[in-house]
């Protein structure tokens, strides 16, 4: 028996560790400790409301006292509750009838089994608190940065432990295409969402969301961290290139020059962060034609016509500006289109020649149409210029989707009809002929004799 309340004194000791490091509160351990006891009485005694539980943690000390009423002998009918006179006296000499009897319950009387029994409980009931610790803590910091270390990497998420020990999960879909993180590094990413399915908390971690850039600015840049300038949207496609768009109510203030800083000086730790992204950074405006010919930058805009209900812009542009609006693989016009809200339609200004991709409509899939539009290519030559397995990827299209395409924007540009201009040839040569032998003849011929016109 002394080995068994050793063992049950040193499930205290246990938890108390246990408390150290989790950081669980006085208050809570005592309470987790005492709701596996009364569990553990219960199933004993049926129940555990005549029972006092005493826990003194920092000493790995307890005490368990059971109460019943005393009873006259013939009277007992329950063990659990009541206790017969006869039986109270043999410990308390003058207690009488309706009193009280308390008496100090041995826990590890009750064999090895129960005590096994209760440290099953004590270990569910800690890893049920340590779960709920877990969301809870991190449920509060959803969209904050928290830096963590790598322990493991695999082939579609990178699990870290933060500095209580807790797993946190990356997914490779949450990594900019640029990280490239070995074990024990310490990363920075930004809480994304706390799943808990079937009360199993995981914590997942993003370095893609726009929030990480925002947090990242905040950091780098004072003005931005104390609310003088203002972040009103942020749209990227990680590792390649972001949009930011900011603003001041300060009239003294730059927000665009504030951000970059001297040289950039601001802006360069941030793009070592996001491994290289390229960043712009905005004056924000409710003019949308102003907006929009913002987002297109660096590409210079010759006109815009802006549909404010259908969120539409046509913009046209010298032909030489038209590469820099859309950008590398569609990257410009496409952000510029998430910043602003707005689907914009690129031209070439001054190509007479060329055929908007609406007026194709009847020959071509009105999707297609809006998925080669999406990625900035507006007319039919637009389409022809470009790369096909280029559109194919950008557009989301098949190989062959994109040959049928080119095949009917490219008869738009083929002379009307080859067979007539082969003809008008033919009769040319053979009139040069004819003429060649008359000039011949009127060698021989005497002066007012018909040319060949007259013939």
Same mark, same amino acid.
């Given at each position: 028996?002394?080995? &068994? ?19 669980? #509160? ?6 987790? @400790? ?23 943690? #920092? ?22 509750? &009541? ?10 000499? #003058? ?20 005590? @096994? ?13 340590q779960k709920d610790l877990l969301y809870n803590k991190y449920k509060d910091l959803i969209g904050r940065i928290t830096t963590a270390e790598v322990y493991q990497i695999w082939k579609r998420e990178m699990l870290m432990v933060d500095e209580d020990g807790n797993e946190l999960s990356l997914p490779r879909s949450e990594q900019i295409p640029g990280d490239n993180f070995r074990k024990n590094d310490q990363v920075r990413a930004v ?44 749209v990227r496609l990680p590792g390649e290139r972001a949009k930011i768009a900011v603003e001041t109510n300060d009239d003294r203030i730059d927000p665009v020059g504030a951000c970059v800083g001297v040289k950039g000086g601001r802006i360069h730790g941030i793009v070592r962060e996001l491994r290289g992204e390229n960043l712009d950074v905005i004056p924000y405006t409710t003019n949308p034609s102003l907006f929009i010919q913002r987002a ?6 010759? &006109? ?65 149409? &809006? ?13 022809? #210029? ?70």
């Amino acid at each position: 028996m002394a080995r &068994q309340k050793e063992e049950v004194i040193s499930m205290v000791d246990t938890f108390q560790e246990f408390k150290e490091l989790k950081n669980i #509160d006085r208050s809570t351990m005592i309470s987790v @400790l005492e709701d596996s006891f009364r569990s553990v009485l219960a199933k004993m005694f049926e129940t555990d409301e005549n029972f006092d539980i005493i826990i003194n943690p #920092d000493k790995g000390d307890f005490e368990i006292y059971k109460n019943r009423e005393v009873v006259a002998d013939e009277d007992l009918t329950d063990p659990n509750l &009541q206790v017969s006179l006869s039986e109270a006296r043999k410990t308390v000499d #003058d207690i009488e009838i309706g009193e009280d009897f308390t008496e100090e319950v041995h826990f590890e009387k009750f064999g090895r089994r129960t005590i @096994l029994n209760l440290r099953q409980t004590l270990a569910a009931k800690i890893l049920e608190l340590q779960k709920d610790l877990l969301y809870n803590k991190y449920k509060d910091l959803i969209g904050r940065i928290t830096t963590a270390e790598v322990y493991q990497i695999w082939k579609r998420e990178m699990l870290m432990v933060d500095e209580d020990g807790n797993e946190l999960s990356l997914p490779r879909s949450e990594q900019i295409p640029g990280d490239n993180f070995r074990k024990n590094d310490q990363v920075r990413a930004v809480v994304l969402r706390v799943d808990n399915n079937n009360n199993n908390p995981k914590i997942i971690l993003s370095r893609t969301a726009p929030i990480f850039l925002q947090h990242l600015m905040e950091q780098e840049i004072p003005e931005v961290a104390d609310g003088t300038i203002r972040i009103v949207k942020i749209v990227r496609l990680p590792g390649e290139r972001a949009k930011i768009a900011v603003e001041t109510n300060d009239d003294r203030i730059d927000p665009v020059g504030a951000c970059v800083g001297v040289k950039g000086g601001r802006i360069h730790g941030i793009v070592r962060e996001l491994r290289g992204e390229n960043l712009d950074v905005i004056p924000y405006t409710t003019n949308p034609s102003l907006f929009i010919q913002r987002a297109l930058s660096p590409a210079s805009i010759s &006109q815009i016509h802006v549909n404010e209900e259908d969120k539409t812009a046509e913009v046209f542009m010298r032909p030489e500006e038209v590469s820099l609006a859309i950008g590398k693989n569609g990257a410009n016009i496409k952000l510029a289109c998430l910043l602003t809200g707005y689907q914009i339609d690129v031209y070439r200004e001054g190509d007479s020649n060329d055929i908007f991709l609406d007026d194709f409509s009847d020959v071509i899939e009105p999707w297609v149409i &809006q998925a080669l539009k999406g990625i900035g290519l507006a007319t039919a030559k637009a389409v022809l #210029d470009a790369d096909p397995q280029l559109v194919a990827d950008k557009a989301d299209l098949e190989d062959e989707t994109v040959e049928e395409v080119r095949a009917i924007l490219s008869k738009e540009f083929e002379p009307e009809d080859d067979e007539e201009s082969d003809d008008s040839e033919d009769s040319d040569y053979s009139e040069d002929s004819d003429n060649s032998d008359d000039s011949d003849n009127s060698d021989d011929s005497e002066e007012g004799t018909n040319t060949p016109e007259s013939v």
